[in-house]
């Protein structure tokens, strides 16, 4: 397949001689001045060592984040496996990024709902309250819009490219659930998910108004308002990105007064307003399962997530293929891209050449980067 060709590098990239970035300050000097280190390159962009730093340092937290109820060991096992594909994931991602300029991808309303997602979240006031919240955190403002609008362009690119390109046909989610019928033998669960209003640190009368407020969308749902778009537009709990979801509960995991309203629901039906320690919320049930080998049909969605996760990751990794086959990636010797494409060259590292003389008649070339195949 051919590669694309990139001739415009950046001046940055260009002096980089295979493996530094050379301080622009530094051009007609007779030495460079090393400012950072190149580990890998993506056609015109470039990945630096601080990047790759910064990126290594936030594993543990990710980790964390993803296995709230995991031993530190676990943790560290999820952390060392992350570390090991850590280059190829920030590769994947500029290639995504770069694709997602090629097909004219715009993120920017999708930016401001999200970023009024996280506000609510935190229970901020303004997006300029989340702005000084963010820089408190030792994190510029700007950094941190452009890494929220890489993770939506990467999720659009990868919803229109492989995602919305999968099928699941019923016959294969009927030979899977006969295949799988004991994992549908189950005591009776109600699937759920919330409408949050936090409390957390308001006063006595501040809390009242909460509760109006909770009252008051209650009544909305009632009239036949959606619960996916009150919980986007006003939850303010963690659950807010899987639409409120909280997932599924068996008799006996929730506490009796929870579990004595949603046990009595069926499928779509939504509890009243119900106070917690640290806020107000109103719970829907997705789905009510009896006792027994649930039916065919209550179980089909939830097969049809199982074979598209199944398939989700081979076709990204294929997808991610194609996209290197058809880019320029370089990596600097010590670093592992473990989804390098074969023939993929290396980043040669060559000694910075100063400028002649200025006494002389002419100039020597400043040498551009090598390659090894």
């Given at each position: 397949?051919?590669?694309?060709?990139?001739?415009?590098?950046?001046?940055?990239?260009?002096?980089?001689?295979?493996?530094?970035?050379?301080?622009?300050?530094?051009?007609?000097?007779?030495?460079?001045?090393?400012?950072?280190?190149?580990?890998?390159?993506?056609?015109?962009?470039?990945?630096?060592?601080?990047?790759?730093?910064?990126?290594?340092?936030?594993?543990?937290?990710?980790?964390?984040?993803?296995?709230?109820?995991?031993?530190?060991?676990?943790?560290?096992?999820?952390?060392?496996?992350?570390?090991?594909?850590?280059?190829?994931?920030?590769?994947?991602?500029?290639?995504?990024?770069?694709?997602?300029?090629?097909?004219?991808?715009?993120?920017?309303?999708?930016?401001?709902?999200?970023?009024?997602?996280?506000?609510?979240?935190?229970?901020?006031?303004?997006?300029?309250?989340?702005?000084?919240?963010?820089?408190?955190?030792?994190?510029?403002?700007?950094?941190?819009?452009?890494?929220?609008?890489?993770?939506?362009?990467?999720?659009?690119?990868?919803?229109?490219?492989?995602?919305?390109?999968?099928?699941?046909?019923?016959?294969?989610?009927?030979?899977?659930?006969?295949?799988?019928?004991?994992?549908?033998?189950?005591?009776?669960?109600?699937?759920?998910?919330?409408?949050?209003?936090?409390?957390?640190?308001?006063?006595?009368?501040?809390?009242?108004?909460?509760?109006?407020?909770?009252?008051?969308?209650?009544?909305?749902?009632?009239?036949?308002?959606?619960?996916?778009?009150?919980?986007?537009?006003?939850?303010?709990?963690?659950?807010v990105q899987q639409n409120g979801e909280l997932g599924s509960f068996e008799r006996g995991q929730l506490a009796k007064p929870l579990e004595d309203?949603?046990?009595?629901?069926?499928?779509?039906?939504?509890?009243?307003?119900?106070?917690?320690?640290?806020?107000?919320?109103?719970?829907?049930?997705?789905?009510?399962?009896?006792?027994?080998?649930?039916?065919?049909?209550?179980?089909?969605?939830?097969?049809?997530?199982?074979?598209?996760?199944?398939?989700?990751?081979?076709?990204?990794?294929?997808?991610?293929?194609?996209?290197?086959?058809?880019?320029?990636?370089?990596?600097?010797?010590?670093?592992?891209?473990?989804?390098?494409?074969?023939?993929?060259?290396?980043?040669?590292?060559?000694?910075?050449?100063?400028?002649?003389?200025?006494?002389?008649?002419?100039?020597?070339?400043?040498?551009?980067?090598?390659?090894?195949?």
């Open positions: 397949m051919k590669k694309r060709m990139y001739a415009g590098f950046s001046v940055l990239v260009v002096l980089s001689c295979a493996g530094l970035v050379v301080s622009p300050g530094a051009v007609g000097q007779a030495k460079g001045t090393v400012v950072e280190e190149i580990v890998a390159r993506v056609n015109n962009q470039i990945i630096t060592l601080s990047d790759y730093q910064k990126a290594s340092a936030g594993l543990r937290q990710e980790a964390s984040q993803d296995c709230q109820n995991c031993s530190q060991m676990q943790v560290q096992a999820e952390v060392e496996k992350r570390q090991k594909d850590l280059l190829r994931d920030m590769i994947d991602q500029q290639l995504l990024i770069e694709r997602a300029k090629d097909m004219d991808v715009s993120v920017e309303t999708d930016l401001v709902k999200r970023l009024d997602e996280v506000r609510k979240q935190n229970s901020l006031s303004s997006l300029e309250d989340l702005q000084k919240a963010v820089e408190s955190q030792g994190i510029i403002w700007e950094d941190y819009k452009t890494q929220l609008r890489n993770q939506l362009l990467t999720q659009e690119v990868i919803r229109r490219e492989v995602g919305g390109r999968m099928n699941i046909g019923s016959d294969e989610v009927k030979k899977y659930y006969e295949a799988h019928k004991q994992e549908f033998n189950r005591p009776e669960q109600v699937y759920l998910a919330e409408l949050f209003l936090s409390t957390d640190g308001k006063t006595p009368e501040e809390i009242a108004a909460v509760h109006t407020r909770a009252d008051d969308l209650h009544n909305r749902l009632v009239k036949g308002e959606s619960f996916d778009a009150l919980v986007k537009r006003y939850s303010e709990g963690s659950t309203a949603v046990f009595a629901l069926e499928k779509g039906q939504f509890t009243d307003v119900i106070q917690t320690k640290t806020g107000f919320e109103v719970l829907k049930v997705l789905d009510h399962y009896q006792a027994g080998l649930q039916p065919l049909e209550k179980v089909e969605g939830e097969i049809s997530n199982v074979l598209y996760r199944q398939k989700m990751d081979p076709a990204m990794r294929a997808y991610l293929g194609q996209l290197r086959e058809e880019s320029y990636v370089t990596v600097k010797p010590g670093y592992v891209d473990t989804a390098a494409v074969a023939g993929a060259t290396v980043i040669q590292e060559v000694a910075p050449t100063p400028d002649a003389s200025d006494k002389k008649k002419g100039r020597k070339k400043l040498p551009l980067p090598k390659a090894n195949s």
